[in-house]
């Protein structure tokens, strides 16, 4: 097996950096391998421009670095994101990536006249998401309306046609301590570890 990382944070210091390892750790120990997409290091370009708008239409994307990254998904079995919640959304890199890679054409066959759209990235046989906040969960439930699971989880994963989706929502990170922190982090390495 092979899962795609999609990577979303700029600071190597960070608890997400430390999710990776952690998931990377899960992964060689399972015996299946690995590949990050690590936005931030790759320099990859979130924006919408108006040719990337135009091949929407026709279903082509132009970005060099959308097809390469689309060429590493078609050898995947699981696509996992990894990226800290911030102003209760993903990171714009993260949100720049579902913009511009899950896309038309390459990602999805959205039939004219018809509200279904179909998976074309087949392979992919389950989605995980797992992000960070410092937000409580219930105020992430109530206040905010669970952002995240209704844009990722819902309005395109479901939305799209994949149906094996998993949302790990790591809540008040900054106040956690120490042991809480690397309990997320062991059943996170053990998750990974019998992925099959």
């Known amino acids: 097996m092979k899962v795609a990382i999609v990577y979303n944070h700029p600071y190597s210091g960070s ?15 399972s015996g299946h391998e690995a590949d990050v997409f690590n936005l931030d290091e790759e320099g990859f370009n979130p924006v919408m421009t108006a040719a990337d708008l135009k091949a929407f239409v026709m279903q ?3 970005d060099l ?15 996992v994101f990894i990226f800290p919640i911030w ?6 890199l993260t949100k720049g990536f579902i913009d511009k890679v899950i896309f038309p054409g390459l990602a999805y066959a959205h039939p004219k006249n018809s509200l279904k759209m179909t998976p074309l990235l087949t ?4 989605v ?8 409580p969960s219930w105020l992430y439930r109530i206040l905010f309306g669970n952002a995240i699971r209704k844009a ?36 996170i390495e053990e ?5 099959k």
């Open 128 to 135: 995980t998401v797992i992000s960070t906040m410092n937000t």
């Open 191 to 195: 998750r990974f570890t019998k992925l």
């Open 60 to 62: 082509k994307p132009v």
């Open 87 to 92: 102003w209760e959304l993903m990171p714009a």
């Open 152 to 187: 990722m989880m819902v309005g395109t994963f479901w939305k799209i046609g994949f149906k094996n989706r998993k949302w790990i929502s790591l809540t008040q990170v900054k106040s956690a301590t120490h042991a809480k922190r690397r309990k997320w982090l062991d059943r």
């Open 65 to 79: 670095q959308v097809l390469a990254y689309h060429e590493r998904l078609k050898e995947a079995d699981h696509l």
């Open 123 to 126: 392979n992919l046989k389950r």
């Open 15 to 29: 608890f997400c950096n430390a999710i990776l390892h952690s998931v990377l750790a899960g992964i060689a120990k």
